[in-house]
């Protein structure tokens, strides 16, 4: 993970997601600052910004800081304060991080997962060969413990996440790939290159 930026929230947003939300969970007698009621199915409107999100953030997943294609339909809303847990938080543009489905459906409604919004530079680090991710060791104990139940509970260490990382850096280094090109397409890869002074 690297840095996320947050971003305003588009000038349609509060007309097409905000309002229509609210008057939803209205209409529905659902209070907006409880959990919202097991079992509650409520209407998708965060859908009609996704565009926006994606458009805004690079296209690049909060979480695993890969350029995610539109195209294919993996790139989703993932609401950093889970939907369950306050209602009224399903329509803020405020709780919303661009998330691949994989990271999103990891993340679900869990809360020890850090705000891509709070990580600070140099948080996490990564080998750039094997794709492994880990804690800087210089870091606070209790901030590497963070790290840790974050890489623990998304996975970003597996098999699958290590193989992209560490194919995005042999593009670049082998394949002679441009680095806005790793910039674009592998932000943390290219972060880590970068500080390791190999670009």
């Known amino acids: 993970m690297i840095p996320v930026l ?21 209409k529905k007698g659902i209070a907006l600052d409880q959990p919202l009621p097991d079992k509650a199915d409520i209407a998708p409107y965060w859908r009609d910004c ?30 950093f304060i889970a939907k369950s847990k306050q209602a009224d938080l399903a329509y803020e543009w405020s709780n919303y991080r661009l998330a691949c489905l994989t990271m999103n459906s990891r993340k679900r ?18 080998e750039l060969v094997s794709g492994r991710i880990y804690p800087n060791s210089n870091l606070p104990s209790n901030t590497k413990k963070q790290i840790e139940e974050t890489i623990e509970r998304l996975h970003l260490d597996d098999a699958g996440n290590r193989e992209i990382r560490s194919r995005h850096y042999y ?29």
């Open 50 to 79: 996704l565009d926006d999100l994606h458009s805004l953030y690079h296209g690049c997943c909060a979480y695993l800081a890969i350029f995610i294609e539109r195209v294919t339909g993996d790139a989703s809303v993932d609401h």
């Open 6 to 26: 947050e971003q305003s929230e588009p000038a349609d947003f509060d007309a097409k997601v905000r309002q229509k939300g609210l008057a939803f969970l209205r």
């Open 109 to 126: 409604n869990y809360d020890d997962v850090l705000d891509p919004f709070s990580v600070q530079s140099g948080w996490f680090h990564l």
């Open 171 to 199: 593009e670049y280094a082998a394949k002679g790939y441009p680095t806005d090109y790793l910039k674009t397409r592998s932000p943390f890869v290219y972060t880590e290159a970068l500080r390791q002074g190999l670009l």
